[in-house]
């Protein structure tokens, strides 16, 4: 099983998002670097993954947008994928 930590003090780009999923989903050179393409990879049945959200709001404030999208997409994914695990912090 995977790990991801999103701390929101830490993070300030929505590329630092995706350079931890690949890195942790060990995604392809091709993994579309975009929320659809993320969705997808999450969603995978093949694919378990626990992801720690730490200073949600912190996150929102500094991605605008594509933080909340971001989140909304977390937790949809773990509605819909019981291999998906989110921990808000």
Known sequence: MAEVVLDGLDIA????VHDRFAQALALPEWYG???DAL????TDPE???TIRLL????????LGRRGRG???LLRRA?????????REE
């Not at 780009?13 to 630092?16: A, F, G, T, W």
């Not at 969705?39 to 999450?42: E, I, M």
């Not at 200073?55 to 404030?61: D, F, G, N, T, V």
């Open 47 to 49: 694919t378990a993954v």
């Open 55 to 62: 200073h949600r709001e912190s996150l929102e404030e500094r």
């Open 70 to 72: 971001l989140v909304r």
């Open 33 to 35: 670097r975009n929320l």
């Open 78 to 86: 773990a509605v819909e994928q019981p291999q998906v695990t989110l």
């Open 39 to 42: 969705f997808d990879c999450l």
């Open 13 to 16: 780009s929505l590329e630092e």
